[in-house]
């Protein structure tokens, strides 16, 4: 028995040494709609490298243009300054919708961000930078190809739907777009919890947190397994109950005499 808590202790242990050196890594695959067509998957990590976006994804994205180079993902730790931006462009509305909920606890890995960016120009060419962020820090998620905006008009609005894969612990987390001129790389509008309600407090969490942990303990030379103490509980509670009712019979057929 101490042999089976040593062995379970060791590999909790164990896995907290790999989570906390995987804690600082982060990773989400999306993918793009606008007027209609999406895109291939696009995978963003904040693993340098890794990050990339597939040659599909590039042919088949719903603008038709060359997609913006991928690079590993960023993180903020303040928000863009609002004399940086440029006030030709602004986002107009943004919504957020929630799927995938395996575990049922009320945060989800699946959810999607559409927003509707306008200018004053008649049409312009942009691409957006998504964050996730809780006290102040933000990590990036998702950036998009170029895409094109037209005036005020309000058809010409851009979906990312995005599943979290690690990295994300549970919380509630505000959604930062950056939006910047594909022209020339310029940062031109930024819309967060603080401009859009919908955009805060979103209850989510990567996969990684989604699933349950099982820990699998294997032992030899005739001592008894991990399981095996498992399918034995109910055998003993079971006789701890018996011994206790004919204790309480017993205390009770005695006070009657």
């Known amino acids: 028995m101490k042999n089976v808590a040593w062995l379970v202790l ?10 906390g050196a995987e804690a600082g890594s982060w990773s989400a695959q999306s993918t793009e709609t606008q007027f209609e067509k999406t895109s291939a998957e696009v995978f963003t990590t904040s693993q340098q490298g890794q990050a990339n976006m597939s040659p599909m994804a590039q042919s088949t994205t719903a603008r038709s243009v060359k997609s913006k180079p991928q690079t590993y993902a960023k993180m903020l730790t303040a928000r863009p300054s609002e004399q940086s931006v440029n ?10 919708s929630f799927q995938g909920d395996e575990d049922r606890d009320g945060y989800f890995n699946h959810f999607s961000v559409e927003f509707d960016v306008d200018t004053d120009y008649h049409t312009a060419r942009v691409y957006a930078v998504l964050y996730l962020g809780v006290d102040e820090v933000f990590k ?35 959604v930062l777009i950056e939006v910047y001129d594909a022209d020339n ?23 990684d947190y989604a699933q349950s942990q099982v820990v699998v303990v294997r032992e030899h030379g005739g001592s008894l397994g991990f399981w095996g103490v498992i399918l034995l509980l109910p055998m003993v509670l079971g006789r701890y109950l018996y011994q206790s009712i004919l204790t309480i019979d017993h205390s009770a057929r005695f006070k009657s005499t």
């Open 10 to 19: 060791s590999s909790l242990f164990v896995s907290n040494i790999v989570w």
């Open 87 to 96: 006030h030709e462009f602004w986002v107009f509305d943004a919504w957020v």
């Open 140 to 174: 990036e998620y998702h950036t998009t190809s170029n895409f094109s905006v037209f005036s005020d008009h309000s058809n010409d609005s851009f979906v990312v739907e995005s599943k979290l894969v690690t990295g994300f612990s549970p919380d509630d987390y505000e």
């Open 185 to 207: 790389d310029e940062l031109v509008a930024v819309y967060d919890g603080n401009d859009d309600a919908d955009l805060y407090l979103l209850p989510l969490e990567s996969a």
